[in-house]
């Protein structure tokens, strides 16, 4: 029995701010994009993920979610730390350490 109301242990956060819960989110959010973009290996990936998540359940559905999220973010994670690139305190700018002189 298929069953896309299943709940991510985690919910996905999304770029645009939205958040994606279940696997019937997932899938409707991976349905919704452009050919040329779900036809892409990763987004294949977790179409397969999800649909394996919504017919067994158990572990298939965190592994539905790390498909899904690399689908969205790609490999790599997302930033951490400064993402905009702001500069540091003032005296970090200004003041030169010993070695540096």
Do not use: C
Not at 14 to 38: C, N, Q, V
Not at 44 to 51: D, F, S
Not at 75 to 95: A, C, F, L, S, V
Request: aromatic residues 10%; charged residues 30%; hydrophobic residues 35%.
């Amino acid at each position: 029995m298929i069953s896309w109301s299943r709940r991510f242990e985690d919910p996905v956060p999304m770029p645009d701010g939205s958040t994606i819960r279940t696997i019937g989110e997932a899938a409707e959010y991976a349905t919704s994009l452009p050919r040329k973009i779900g036809n892409t290996e990763p987004w294949q990936h977790a179409a397969k993920e999800l649909h394996l998540a919504a017919e067994h359940g158990g572990p298939f559905v965190f592994i539905a979610r790390v498909a899904f999220y690399r689908a969205v973010y790609g490999d790599t994670p997302p930033p951490i730390g400064n993402p905009e690139g702001k500069k540091g305190h003032k005296w970090r700018t200004k003041r030169k350490l010993a070695r540096d002189r």
